[in-house]
Every structure is written in C-alpha cells, then in structure tokens.
C-alpha cells in the first residue's frame, strides 16, 4: 500500500472480480460495476475492485471454482450454475415455484437465508452477499403455442440448469446451447423453444423474430437472486471497515439491479409486441403439472441430501407463510391497481 | 473535527439525527440505527450519527424544519407529513392510488424519480436518499363493516395527512388523534375506525380488541417511501467518500426495513386472526369512487402547483407503463402461488 500508515488510514487493496455475464447483459454485469463503483468512492479510491466479464480471467461457470480456489478474491454469479455440486445451491438463486424477489429479499435479510446459505457456502470456502434479482422472468419464446401438456412432450427446449430437472420430468428434451447459437436453432426447428431472462434482455436477443410466441409467468425463475461470492479467507483479511463497505455496496447493486428491470421491461415489453411478439399465459395444467413434479423432487433431493434438508425446510416454510400474507392487501392493491386503465 | 490532515485519514464527525418515529416502530426507527451503525462501522467509527426518536430535539412533524434550518444535519421522515407546504411532497412518499414498493424504488432508483424530487427538496434546502418502504398497508380498523359507499358517509376515521384530501370527498370525516389515544376513541365510539400499518404494527396497537373489521387494501399506501433528509448545506460539506457512504447505507436501510416487514408481516397476521381480527377486502365500489376523487384532486392540484405538474406527469406515466407490465409475468406468478396449498 502507498498510503501512510497513520491513524484512519486504510490500506491499498486491489482486488479482481470475476463476473459469469457479458458486458451485453448490462443490467446484470453493471450490478458489479455499481459494487465495485461504490467501494471505491467509499474508500476514497484506495479499495479497487477490477470487474471482469464471464470468460475473460475464467469460464462463466467456474466462477465459484476460481472463488473458492483463490484465483481471485471475489466473483458475481448466479448460485443456481453450482446445482450439479450440490442441489442446494439452487435454493440460494431460484428454484421453480420458489420466492419472489422480495419474499426472496426478506428470507435473506430478516429470516433465515442469509445464516442458512452461509453455513453452506462455507464448505466451499465462499462467504455471500446478494447481489441483484430480476423479478420474475419470462417463460421463453416457443415457434408454437403451448395448448396443454401434450405440447410439451418432446419439446426441445433450451432452458438453464436446475430447471431442466422439472421439466424433463414433462417429457420436454432440455438443450444446453451458448447464447449465440440459440437463434439460428429456433430458425432452422433443431430447437422449439428457448428461455432467457425478460423483455428488457430479451428484445436484444430478438428470438420474437423466429419463435414468437412468449409464455409467461417463468415459474422456474420465480425470483432469481444473484450473489457476490466472496473468497472466505480474502474476506477474514479484509479490516472491518472494508468488511462494512463491501456488505453495503452489494446491497446497493442489489436494489438497482431489481430498479434497472423494472424501470426497463415495461418499455421492452411494448417494443416486443409492437415486433408482433405475442404474449400467452402458460395453460394451468401444464403450472399444476410443473408444480406436482417439482415438489416431488424437492423431496427426493431431501431424501439423500441433508443440505438440501436443512436450508429447504426453512425456505418452504417461509414460502407459505410469505404467500399466505402476499395474497391479501398486497394482491389486492396491484390487481386493482392493473385492472385500471392509468 | 480531530483527525490529523493527512492523506488518507478521515476527519472525525458527529452527526445529529431526528427520527420522526418512535422507537416502538421498531421497523421503522430501526432503520435509521441501521443507516448510523453502517456509516460509523464504514468510516471505522470516524463518522458517528446518533439517532433521536420523535419529540426528544424537535416535533415528529417538525423534521423537516429541523434539517432545512440546520438544527439538526439529517433526519428520518416520511415526506407527505409535509404536504401542507406543498402537495409534492406527498408524491415522494406515497399517494392514494400509487406506485407500489418495487415500482417506488424502480422510479426513485432508475427513473426519473430521485432526480425530479431532489429539484423539488432542494427549495427546502434538502437532498433525499430513499430510506425504507413498508409495501402496501392494510386499510385500517373497522368498528363496523364497510358495505357500500354509503358506510363511508359520516365516518369518522383516524386517516392520515394528504389521504384525508380524497376520503373526505366520499363523505369521511377525518380526524388527526395522537396514538396513545386511538383505541379508546375507538371503544367508546368517539372514532369509528383507524388505520395504522399493517400486521406487525397493528399488532402491537392493539385496535382488533375495539374495532375487530380489517379491511384491505390501504389504496392509500400502496408503498410509501421514506427519506433520510439531508441539509444541503451539511452534505455539501462532507468529503467525498462520507458521501458515498451515506449514500449507500441510505440504501441498506432502505432495503432491510421492507425485508422487516415482508418477514414479520406474515405471523403477525395469523396472530391477529386468531386473535378474531376479522380481514375484509373494501368493496369494489369503494375502490372505484376513492380512485376517480383521487383523480380530480390530482387534476385540480396539477392546475395551481407547478411543481406538483412537473413531478406528477413523470410519475402517473411511469405508474402507467409500471401497471401494464406487472400484470403479465410478476401478477401471474403470484397468483399462481398464492392460489396453492403450500
């Protein structure tokens, strides 16, 4: 460090921060830019944390790796990439059928997520922070309308991670396939459907122009939290006020990256239909269907992963209790307040 | 202050805060502790901000006074209390018919929001920084059920500041009573009715024993915002990075007292039911009247207040673009949810 070593001053500290998105996916990688930002005029510019984009210092999926491993001292991920480790990392992203973004939020900051997840992450040498949720997604964009459950058998869909385990069970064919090449799958028919994020990522992508049919509500990605995942030994070096600084600075890029989508879907949204995007509700068999399977894995997981178990119960039991209070004034005022023409 | 002027060494500072809450909001007062336990651990105890409940330096409703005058740095208030010097303070905060909570933080965060009502305070010599929401609140304690418009003839209802513009236009008689003396009010039949918060306050009021209907939504809160109002003066005095502190403390604090309230929420109304609190959703035709009085004090506002113009316009159309994308994605998947039987 270059700063005197007086009374008050802090060290220099540069650190790297390895994020798992494009600079495209300005929304979410400018979360980190935000955190990094915020430190840095906190600590009068002597924390520097160099941001990254996914593939530059490591592949967008070994972030965690490269976290625990202490490659670099700090990555900006999405928990529910690690599932195929260990299934509960999904809890602490998404699960189909899983929290909101703020049900999610408040399990974090006032329940019992922050501790449970914690007490998890901590097998990996990671401490967390959440780092940013986009609210509901949508359900992606099929080239033919989902009738019922019969159109989903067969259905070559690409769809992220963990949600593929629900889906599989509907008799859909999950793909894995880089962004870049999704498009072209759709127009040639090698792919049926493919899911993103929502309007504000989505109309960049322009997948309306070859599958324009664009269900919703994504029941898979109900809330998605991404997360700060934090070297644990870099974070016992840190001195205390840096500690302070990096908790509230993530919590900053929490809440703009939820403001960013939802400032900016609404204008994307429009755009997509004005393109003739056509925006159709999943058929309620095929949520009923989706549900039944997803609980029934939950349980299986459960069965074999204490986990799993542990954070599940918590999760579950906060999810009733959330969706029992939601429905009531807060469901009320936002369907009326929807129902209105503004 | 005391810090030597050395590069790097921060100088010490006492900040002076008035909370416009009482500590047994402990939601709401607790947010203003989280913003001053985060300064001070972010500037290594440098930055001390000490937190003054309601009434202990200067009236709960004279915060504003207090910060534009300079006794007092900051303070934690809700800005329509100020709505008597100007209606656009209530638009900061919440107005009947409003924003919700994550639609509040979007306009605030990443639209325009922040922006116009910072021009707005500046005529008070103050800056803003969002500092809690409580989402939708319920619509308060009922004697007897409300039927039909006809119920709100004549009642005589403990409501709130710039809510009481629009329910008196359906007849209410509002009554501003201190808190302390509500429920005997309420029990002798002096007051017909009161709205406070939501579950985990009302709770702690205890108004069900007197006034057992809870009806629902409280359209006049549908996310009231509160602020952390700064002397422009004192803020433009702090360093850089006690800025940038405050600033994003501000954040956490905004961030943690709706996550209070979403966790908390939830038991507190399932002890209130079983304590025979009896919840009722407002009839249709109410909603339908108070919005359209709401409307046309709206208009008749934006004719004589040039700011409330400027401020409104923004606002009604970003509530507009808000409300036709919420009812897709965000609307469906929670009433999908909270249709289960979880």
């Given amino acids: ?16 921060l390895a994020s798992s998105f494009p600079k495209s996916l300005d929304t979410i990688y400018g979360a980190a830019e935000v955190f990094s930002r915020r430190v840095a005029a906190m600590s009068g510019g002597r924390f520097q944390i160099s941001v990254h984009p996914g593939g530059e210092l490591m592949p ?6 490269g976290v625990q491993g202490g490659t670099v001292e700090i990555g900006h ?5 690690y599932f195929g480790k260990d299934e509960t990392f999904a809890i602490g992203c998404t699960i189909p059928f899983g929290l909101n973004s703020r049900q999610m939020s408040a399990w974090m900051i006032d329940g019992q997520g922050l501790k449970l997840m914690r007490a998890f992450y901590a097998q990996y040498k990671v401490i967390n922070f959440p780092g940013g949720n986009t ?3 949508m359900g992606g964009w099929y080239r033919r309308e989902i009738k019922g459950l019969a159109d989903m058998k067969g259905l070559k869909f690409r769809i992220g991670g963990f949600a593929g385990r629900v889906v599989e069970r509907m008799g859909v064919v999950p793909q894995n396939l880089p962004g870049g090449q999704v498009y072209q799958a759709l127009e040639k028919g090698t792919l049926d459907a493919a899911e993103w994020v929502g309007p504000y990522d989505d109309l960049k992508l322009g ?3 070859v599958a324009p049919i664009y269900h919703y509500p994504g029941w898979w990605e109900g809330g998605p939290q991404l997360d700060f995942f934090i070297n644990t030994e870099a974070w016992a070096k840190l001195p205390a006020d840096y500690q302070a600084m990096v908790e509230t600075a993530a919590m900053q890029a929490h809440v703009n990256m939820q403001a960013a989508y939802d400032a900016r879907n609404p204008a994307a949204f429009r755009e997509l239909v004005r393109q003739k995007a056509r925006p159709v509700a999943f058929p309620r068999a095929v949520l009923d269907a989706a549900y039944q399977h997803a609980m029934a894995l939950y349980d299986e997981i459960g069965q074999r992963n204490p986990n ?12 009733r209790e959330q969706n029992l209070w939601f429905r009531f004034t807060e469901a009320r005022y936002d369907s009326y307040m929807q129902g209105l023409r503004l």
Avoid: I, N
Avoid at 1 to 16: D, E
Avoid at 77 to 81: I, L, Q, R, W
Avoid at 308 to 319: L, P
């Fill in 308 to 319: 799993w178990r542990t954070v599940y119960a918590d999760y579950a039991a906060f999810r």
């Fill in 77 to 81: 991920t999405a928990p529910y990439y």
């Fill in 1 to 16: 460090g270059t700063a005197p070593a007086v009374v008050g001053a802090q060290p220099a500290l540069r650190w790297r």
């Fill in 207 to 209: 997948l309306h122009k």
């Fill in 60 to 65: 967008p999926l070994a972030v965690l790796d």
């Fill in 135 to 137: 609210g509901v997604q």
